[in-house]
């Protein structure tokens, strides 16, 4: 359990390196990432203040960066010395937080019209994650939203799906059209061999039930591949 009273607080800092004081200065925009983390978090250690504490969090995970920070799950936070229950928890709602206000804009039903908005829609939902997960969108004959379905979670770098899940849960919502959407861990979006299978497997499936695979989208690191807009898709 963390001992806060224990802890090197960011008063002892001179009053310029105070982050409190910098961002009612000059506004939260002015703070560098360590300096918004060490907001969140607080307090530091007995050796460390908040802020380095903070540029520790950045350096220890696998992409030295915030997004590598936002991939990490609650174990892997609390592993870094000087990060506790409560910091971690904190870490965890401020990036989920995050995550819900970039889809607030969709509101509940959103409207995909085009591969680079299911894009966005999904964008900061997955491109955090370690792990690949497809989910799939459902449409009706006037191309309106009806509804989504996690179809999988896998390891690093692949996903098991099975085409009669994904045409089950089509029939179920009476959609006439389907988008794939899955991501990549890696940060490139670039299409594999597996990516290419699936969708012509889904595909020749939907054929045969009249339910349309519309496109297949694969999220990177704020980038996406469509297979639609690829030209080399087999709709």
Do not use: W
């Amino acid at each position: 359990m963390e001992n806060i009273n224990s802890s090197v607080t960011m008063k002892e800092l001179p009053i310029s390196e105070r982050p409190y004081e910098k961002c009612e200065r000059e506004g939260a925009q002015s703070l560098s990432d360590a300096e918004l983390l060490a907001i969140l978090i607080q307090s530091g250690t007995r050796k460390e203040t908040a802020v380095d504490l903070a540029r520790k969090l950045l350096m220890q995970n696998p992409e030295k960066n915030l997004l590598g920070l936002a991939r990490m799950d609650f174990g892997r936070l609390t592993a870094v010395s000087g990060i506790g229950r409560v910091k971690a928890l904190k870490l965890l709602a401020a990036f989920e937080l995050m995550k819900r206000v970039s889809r607030e804009g969709f509101g509940e039903k959103p409207v995909l019209k085009s591969p680079a908005s299911i894009a966005e829609y999904y964008m900061q939902r997955l491109r955090f994650l370690n792990v690949e997960e497809v989910h799939a969108a459902f449409f009706n004959t006037k191309c309106i939203f009806l509804g989504e379905k996690r179809l999988s979670v896998g390891t690093v770098n692949s996903s098991v799906v099975s085409p009669r899940e994904i045409f089950i849960e089509a029939l179920l919502r009476e959609a006439v059209g389907v988008i794939l959407v899955h991501n990549h861990p890696s940060g490139d979006p670039t299409a594999s061999r597996e990516d290419i299978h699936l969708t012509v497997q889904v595909s020749q499936a939907g054929r045969m039930l009249d339910i349309r695979l519309l496109d297949h989208i694969i999220i990177g690191d704020n980038r996406y591949f469509s297979f639609k807009e690829s030209g080399c898709s087999p709709f």
